[in-house]
């Protein structure tokens, strides 16, 4: 691509559009004398673009050129036109857009971040046969004038009359009469840059799956799919019918209900021309839905009449995993969802409402989960040199990349420290040492920032901190207040990202930084074990979170792992297997369980269906990663909380234990040269499919154990290697293999046999079987909402159940037959 960018930014005058009223139109004429061998169409823009030539648009990206930290790094989008330039006379156009650069951004009702109007940067290279070449630059002899674009906003939506859409203005021939000269405009030449990441496409398409009439007697589309993008339509109607589409991801007594959007208004206007079908989609907006309501439609709409168009960085997907269990599949399928929903050019918080920013915080906790199911070193690759620059900046690293807060963001756990996990993260995915070399410089000014913050014990003990944010028993107006102590939280985050810091300075040879990093680490896991944990592994504060960070950072001894391994099972069993973790423990609770033994815990755990658990938005029709795990509540009701996104995929970070766990894939080698795979069933899972795309090619894993019997199949490429743990093998066998097809078939081995409950087995026995707990807790949580219960304290682990009923008050007896029932059903086979 060329680097020789001699162009000129243009703008319109105030007067002529792009004040975020209109989109401005642009264009100019040009002469070439031959047809080129060689055309090469350059593009960016203050704003948004959508270039034009001799008639049509030039390329498939849409909202180009994406949101970067654009005074540092402005996309250039380059596209072969060659054969669509004419011999004679050429028009080069554009439509300009407010896009993130003008449009109001966050919550706080400010825009104009970037500019106060829009400009655009075209550069268009001729190359002839005679080896001559001419380059059409934007420059003072472009005109600009408004078109059918009268409003247009990331947040509010667009509003196209196509009355005043000026017929043939891209094309040769059209009367510029009216239309103005544009002026220059300031803006740094030196921050042109290439592209690395994929450009935002269109990349499916979606047809209704009902068209209801609702109670009020409004029109509402449903897709039944929420995503990202906006709707395509074909109507007929007389000129100035104006047909609205409201976007909505949800529904609620019987409804559109608008309130996951805040103050977006996520509102499109189309006015008809007039006259044959009309065919139109918005440009310069895109919102987050999946119920559209229509107002205005002229006569009876039907469902090859509108089409709901996805849009996001097109990626390239590299990770699958289909399991037996229908629930299961459906969570996987909503955090795939959800991300390609926040891949919008920056991996944001939520597609649809007044926010969409680049949440350091969720990239972070859904990091090894994006890498595998996409490829993300574009996206994040060029994600993370935004944050690279504007941490040089201004001295911090961003809570939301690119920066658009009122407030200086101070050094946080899992949102600042992605600085270093990310490219961790992505360094271990795809086994590229440059990744960790692009990203050093980041990664080490921000660990010696915190380095310097620490107290005289060695601990991050200072400051704010967003701790376990979105704990479910946090109040709904504070999301920080949650159980787990928010600077142990910082604390075990540093243990991790030391420790990640010093393996990163191996990797690349740098032995001085390693000592440095090494020593750090160390001293503040000393830190965390002096300050926060007892001899024998008991974490203060007695939260999953807390024991979670303990577990899976390694601060913890193996003695003290597994104490620490059984006191989180007795919490999560607690807690009835429900939820109690927010975005810094649920990443890893799963994690924490299975590697101490407690497979059968992470199992009830990923398995619960009552409110708060991973499966219960999928037993309420969710399609995408709720933001709280009650943003709608049982009885169908919004979460009132004023943050209640239902598209948010950082609480999906789940799904990689999935991968590792159900489908049985590890990485041993950074890049998957060498891996491990080893399935652990449970659950009642009979089956699972997992294929990952590598550096190498696809590895397959297939599994399933019906009827005694075990079948397994794997599949790896050339150059990888791995060893397998055989799922519910008799010997536990374990084997080395090299690329190629694997198979095996066996008897399998499941355990001991069931265990019989009544209600005059101890509480002991029944805390001990996950399963029975499980069943036990639930039957009692019926009758005694919020009652604690811990079957394992010594003054009830010996007491049975049926004399434990008795210190009960008031215990009825369809309360003792619901307990009596729960042991029964615990006896079928809830320990195999």
């Given at each position: 691509m060329s680097t020789d960018w001699s162009a000129a930014f243009i703008t319109p005058k105030s007067s002529t559009g792009g004040t975020g009223e209109h989109a401005a139109y642009l264009r100019r004429e040009f002469d070439a004398p031959s047809r080129p061998v060689r055309a090469t169409l350059h593009t960016t823009a203050v704003g948004l673009i959508e270039p034009h030539l001799n008639g049509s648009v030039v390329g498939d990206e849409v909202l180009a050129p994406g949101w970067t930290s654009y005074r540092h790094r402005l996309v250039v989008s380059s596209n072969d036109v060659t054969e669509r330039i004419a011999v004679g006379m050429n028009v080069l156009g554009a439509v300009l857009g407010e896009g993130w650069a003008l449009g109001r951004l966050g919550w706080e009702?400010?825009?104009?971040?970037?500019?106060?109007?829009?400009?655009?940067?075209?550069?268009?290279?001729?190359?002839?046969?005679?080896?001559?070449?001419?380059?059409?630059?934007?420059?003072?002899?472009?005109?600009?004038?408004?078109?059918?674009?009268?409003?247009?906003?990331?947040?509010?939506?667009?509003?196209?009359?196509?009355?005043?859409?000026?017929?043939?203005?891209?094309?040769?021939?059209?009367?510029?009469?009216?239309?103005?000269?544009?002026?220059?405009?300031?803006?740094?030449?030196?921050?042109?840059?290439?592209?690395?990441?994929?450009?935002?496409?269109?990349?499916?398409?979606?047809?209704?799956?009902?068209?209801?009439?609702?109670?009020?007697?409004?029109?509402?589309?449903?897709?039944?799919?929420?995503?990202?993008?906006?709707?395509?339509?074909?109507?007929?109607?007389?000129?100035?019918?104006?047909?609205?589409l409201r976007h909505a991801e949800v529904m609620t007594c019987g409804e559109i209900d608008l309130e996951t959007l805040r103050t977006a208004a996520g509102t499109d206007r189309y006015v008809l021309r007039g006259g044959e079908p009309e065919t139109w989609e918005p440009r310069f907006t895109f919102h987050g839905f999946r119920y559209v309501e229509v107002e205005g439609w002229p006569g009876e709409l039907t469902a090859d009449a509108i089409t709901a168009v996805v849009v996001h960085s097109d990626m390239t997907r590299t990770?699958?995993?289909?399991?037996?269990?229908?629930?299961?599949?459906?969570?996987?399928?909503?955090?795939?969802?959800?991300?390609?929903?926040?891949?919008?050019?920056?991996?944001?918080?939520?597609?649809?409402?007044?926010?969409?920013?680049?949440?350091?915080?969720?990239?972070?906790?859904?990091?090894?989960?994006?890498?595998?199911?996409?490829?993300?070193?574009?996206?994040?690759?060029?994600?993370?040199?935004?944050?690279?620059v504007e941490q040089q900046e201004k001295g911090f690293v961003p809570w939301v990349v690119p920066d658009v807060l009122s407030t200086p963001s101070s050094p946080t756990a899992l949102w600042s420290d992605v600085a270093v996990s990310l490219p961790w993260a992505l360094y271990r995915e795809y086994g590229e040492t440059q990744i960790l070399e692009d990203a050093y410089v980041s990664m080490t000014t921000f660990i010696r920032q915190v380095a310097g913050l620490l107290d005289e014990n060695g601990l991050w003990s200072s400051g704010f901190q967003y701790g376990d944010w979105l704990d479910p028993d946090a109040p709904d107006d504070n999301p920080a207040g949650g159980k787990t102590d928010r600077h142990l939280v910082a604390a075990a985050y540093l243990c991790r990202t030391t420790r990640e810091m010093a393996d990163t300075a191996r990797v690349l040879d740098r032995a001085e930084d390693a000592a440095e990093f090494s020593a750090l680490a160390a001293r503040v896991r000393t830190a965390f074990l002096d300050e926060y944990v007892s001899k024998n592994g008991r974490v203060v504060g007695e939260s999953a979170t807390a024991y979670a960070l303990a577990i899976t950072f390694d601060i913890l001894d193996d003695q003290q792992k597994q104490h620490a391994g059984d006191r989180l099972a007795t919490i999560v069993a607690q807690a009835g297997f429900r939820i109690s973790t927010g975005f810094a423990g649920t990443p890893l609770v799963t994690d924490a369980l299975s590697s101490t033994g407690h497979l059968d815990e992470a199992y009830l755990l990923l398995l619960e269906t009552g409110c708060p658990s991973f499966l219960y938005p999928v037993t309420m029709g969710a399609t995408t990663i709720w933001e709280r795990w009650d943003s709608v509540r049982p009885d169908g009701t919004i979460n009132p909380s004023g943050m209640t996104s239902l598209n948010h995929y950082a609480l999906g970070a789940v799904v990689d234990w999935m991968h590792r766990t159900i489908g049985g894939l590890t990485a041993i080698e950074p890049g998957y040269r060498t891996m491990r795979i080893a399935p652990l069933p449970g659950g009642g899972l009979t089956s699972a499919a997992l294929r990952h795309t590598t550096k190498f090619g696809d590895v397959h894993v297939k599994w399933s154990a019906e009827g005694g019997q075990a079948e397994v199949e794997l599949t790896l490429p050339e150059g990888t290697s791995a060893e397998v743990v055989l799922p519910l093998h008799p010997d536990a066998l374990a084997v080395h293999v090299e690329a190629g097809k694997h198979r095996w078939s066996y008897e399998v081995a499941f355990g001991s046999k069931p265990t019989s409950f009544d209600l005059d087995s101890n509480m002991r026995d029944v805390a001990n079987n996950a399963q029975a707990w499980r069943l036990f807790t639930d039957a009692f949580a019926k009758h005694y909402p919020g009652v604690p219960l811990d079957g394992t304290a010594p003054e009830a682990a010996a007491m049975s159940i049926r004399t434990m009923l008795d210190f009960v008050p008031g215990a009825s007896p369809e309360f003792r037959a619901d307990i009596a029932e729960s042991l029964s059903a615990a006896s079928t086979g809830a320990s195999a």
């Amino acid at each position: 691509m060329s680097t020789d960018w001699s162009a000129a930014f243009i703008t319109p005058k105030s007067s002529t559009g792009g004040t975020g009223e209109h989109a401005a139109y642009l264009r100019r004429e040009f002469d070439a004398p031959s047809r080129p061998v060689r055309a090469t169409l350059h593009t960016t823009a203050v704003g948004l673009i959508e270039p034009h030539l001799n008639g049509s648009v030039v390329g498939d990206e849409v909202l180009a050129p994406g949101w970067t930290s654009y005074r540092h790094r402005l996309v250039v989008s380059s596209n072969d036109v060659t054969e669509r330039i004419a011999v004679g006379m050429n028009v080069l156009g554009a439509v300009l857009g407010e896009g993130w650069a003008l449009g109001r951004l966050g919550w706080e009702d400010k825009r104009n971040h970037y500019a106060d109007r829009p400009a655009a940067w075209l550069q268009l290279e001729l190359e002839y046969a005679d080896g001559s070449t001419e380059v059409i630059r934007s420059d003072e002899r472009f005109l600009t004038s408004t078109g059918g674009v009268r409003e247009n906003s990331i947040y509010d939506g667009e509003h196209f009359d196509a009355r005043l859409e000026p017929t043939g203005w891209d094309r040769p021939g059209f009367d510029t009469e009216g239309w103005e000269p544009v002026e220059r405009f300031d803006w740094p030449l030196d921050s042109l840059t290439a592209p690395i990441a994929e450009p935002i496409r269109r990349t499916q398409e979606l047809t209704p799956v009902e068209i209801l009439t609702t109670p009020a007697g409004k029109t509402v589309v449903d897709f039944g799919q929420n995503i990202s993008g906006w709707v395509r339509l074909t109507v007929q109607g007389a000129p100035g019918t104006a047909v609205t589409l409201r976007h909505a991801e949800v529904m609620t007594c019987g409804e559109i209900d608008l309130e996951t959007l805040r103050t977006a208004a996520g509102t499109d206007r189309y006015v008809l021309r007039g006259g044959e079908p009309e065919t139109w989609e918005p440009r310069f907006t895109f919102h987050g839905f999946r119920y559209v309501e229509v107002e205005g439609w002229p006569g009876e709409l039907t469902a090859d009449a509108i089409t709901a168009v996805v849009v996001h960085s097109d990626m390239t997907r590299t990770g699958w995993l289909e399991t037996s269990n229908p629930l299961l599949n459906q969570l996987h399928s909503n955090a795939v969802w959800s991300m390609r929903d926040n891949f919008v050019g920056v991996p944001t918080d939520c597609p649809q409402r007044d926010e969409r920013l680049g949440w350091t915080g969720d990239i972070n906790a859904f990091a090894p989960t994006a890498a595998f199911l996409y490829d993300v070193r574009g996206v994040l690759g060029s994600w993370l040199r935004d944050l690279a620059v504007e941490q040089q900046e201004k001295g911090f690293v961003p809570w939301v990349v690119p920066d658009v807060l009122s407030t200086p963001s101070s050094p946080t756990a899992l949102w600042s420290d992605v600085a270093v996990s990310l490219p961790w993260a992505l360094y271990r995915e795809y086994g590229e040492t440059q990744i960790l070399e692009d990203a050093y410089v980041s990664m080490t000014t921000f660990i010696r920032q915190v380095a310097g913050l620490l107290d005289e014990n060695g601990l991050w003990s200072s400051g704010f901190q967003y701790g376990d944010w979105l704990d479910p028993d946090a109040p709904d107006d504070n999301p920080a207040g949650g159980k787990t102590d928010r600077h142990l939280v910082a604390a075990a985050y540093l243990c991790r990202t030391t420790r990640e810091m010093a393996d990163t300075a191996r990797v690349l040879d740098r032995a001085e930084d390693a000592a440095e990093f090494s020593a750090l680490a160390a001293r503040v896991r000393t830190a965390f074990l002096d300050e926060y944990v007892s001899k024998n592994g008991r974490v203060v504060g007695e939260s999953a979170t807390a024991y979670a960070l303990a577990i899976t950072f390694d601060i913890l001894d193996d003695q003290q792992k597994q104490h620490a391994g059984d006191r989180l099972a007795t919490i999560v069993a607690q807690a009835g297997f429900r939820i109690s973790t927010g975005f810094a423990g649920t990443p890893l609770v799963t994690d924490a369980l299975s590697s101490t033994g407690h497979l059968d815990e992470a199992y009830l755990l990923l398995l619960e269906t009552g409110c708060p658990s991973f499966l219960y938005p999928v037993t309420m029709g969710a399609t995408t990663i709720w933001e709280r795990w009650d943003s709608v509540r049982p009885d169908g009701t919004i979460n009132p909380s004023g943050m209640t996104s239902l598209n948010h995929y950082a609480l999906g970070a789940v799904v990689d234990w999935m991968h590792r766990t159900i489908g049985g894939l590890t990485a041993i080698e950074p890049g998957y040269r060498t891996m491990r795979i080893a399935p652990l069933p449970g659950g009642g899972l009979t089956s699972a499919a997992l294929r990952h795309t590598t550096k190498f090619g696809d590895v397959h894993v297939k599994w399933s154990a019906e009827g005694g019997q075990a079948e397994v199949e794997l599949t790896l490429p050339e150059g990888t290697s791995a060893e397998v743990v055989l799922p519910l093998h008799p010997d536990a066998l374990a084997v080395h293999v090299e690329a190629g097809k694997h198979r095996w078939s066996y008897e399998v081995a499941f355990g001991s046999k069931p265990t019989s409950f009544d209600l005059d087995s101890n509480m002991r026995d029944v805390a001990n079987n996950a399963q029975a707990w499980r069943l036990f807790t639930d039957a009692f949580a019926k009758h005694y909402p919020g009652v604690p219960l811990d079957g394992t304290a010594p003054e009830a682990a010996a007491m049975s159940i049926r004399t434990m009923l008795d210190f009960v008050p008031g215990a009825s007896p369809e309360f003792r037959a619901d307990i009596a029932e729960s042991l029964s059903a615990a006896s079928t086979g809830a320990s195999a």
